[in-house]
């Protein structure tokens, strides 16, 4: 969904509505995507601008993310009344070499997503994704947002943008991404395998990107939650480079 630009007093921000988000959760979303808050006194009414569109739309969960390194920003949204509820890190790869090499027993293979996969892939989303933006926040249902995260993982295989993972023909996990219109760059969507099979974590994140190698993809990049310190080792054993840190926050009109 295309997001309306809101400027004013020489800030700008970029809001949408999230119906995909809304979907699970029962309630209106729209996010913030972005807010560059310009002259920090009149950063308030900025925000206020924003929470006008968001009640007009009548949104209830208002959520987005600053830069950590950002005090106008976090200044101004704890302000306005919003909590802090995640924090997330910006990841990125320039190239491919050096990655670890996986025992041939070890690799499972990645295939295009079929229509009787998608089952299993939401219930691995569902039963053992415990970290992200809803799944962190403590005043949402566990069981709505991990359903959210379930829909999310069926909704990027039905747009053909993720992959079932499987070792000796069963689906033990998934991977999605989305390419640039060049096909140069890769944005790692969603990963992750089966709380069963939690060993095949790196050789499967490994199989991705010699799969990226392998079609002509040049760097990479990923957004992942600071609280998943698993997954955080992970990247760091890949050789992801640490770009960015951001806070989440959010708040109920």
């Keep these: 969904m295309s997001a309306t630009a809101i400027e004013h007093a020489g800030g700008r921000a970029e809001v949408r509505l999230t119906p995909w988000d809304e979907r699970a959760l029962g309630m209106r979303t729209a996010e913030i995507v972005r807010l560059d808050i310009g002259v920090a006194?009149?950063?308030?009414?900025?925000?206020?601008e924003v929470?006008?569109?968001?009640?007009?739309?009548?949104?209830?969960?208002?959520?987005?993310?600053?830069?950590?390194?950002?005090?106008?920003?976090?200044?101004?949204?704890?302000?306005?009344?919003f909590g802090i509820v995640e924090?997330?890190?910006?990841?990125?790869?320039?190239?491919?070499?050096?990655?670890?090499a996986v025992p041939a027993r070890m690799r499972p293979a990645l295939r295009p997503v079929e229509e009787a996969d998608i089952a299993e892939l939401e219930r691995i989303a569902r039963d053992d994704f415990h970290h992200g933006r809803f799944l962190e926040d403590p005043a949402i249902d566990t069981a709505l947002s991990a359903a959210r995260t379930a829909n999310w993982i069926g909704d990027l295989a039905?747009?053909?943008?993720?992959?079932?993972?499987t070792l000796n023909g069963k689906v033990i996990g998934f991977h999605?991404?989305?390419m640039s219109a060049d096909g140069r760059h890769a944005d790692l969507i969603l990963?992750?395998?089966?709380?069963?099979?939690?060993?095949?974590?790196?050789?499967?994140?490994?199989?991705?990107?010699?799969s990226l190698s392998a079609r002509g993809v040049q760097d990479c990049s990923t957004l992942i939650s600071a609280a998943n310190t698993g997954i955080v080792n992970l990247y760091a054993r890949l050789g992801f480079r640490f770009d960015t840190t951001l806070f989440g926050f959010r708040k109920y009109l």
């Excluded at 569109?53 to 969960?61: E, L, P, T």
């Design 41 to 48: 006194s009149a950063a308030g009414s900025l925000i206020a």
């Design 51 to 81: 929470e006008r569109w968001g009640r007009a739309n009548d949104v209830q969960y208002l959520f987005g993310r600053v830069d950590a390194a950002a005090p106008s920003a976090k200044k101004a949204v704890l302000a306005a009344g």
């Design 87 to 100: 924090c997330s890190i910006a990841l990125s790869r320039a190239g491919f070499a050096g990655l670890p």
């Design 158 to 165: 039905r747009q053909r943008l993720a992959y079932a993972a």
């Design 176 to 178: 999605a991404e989305r």
């Design 191 to 210: 990963t992750g395998v089966t709380g069963r099979y939690a060993i095949m974590a790196m050789p499967l994140w490994i199989t991705a990107l010699e």
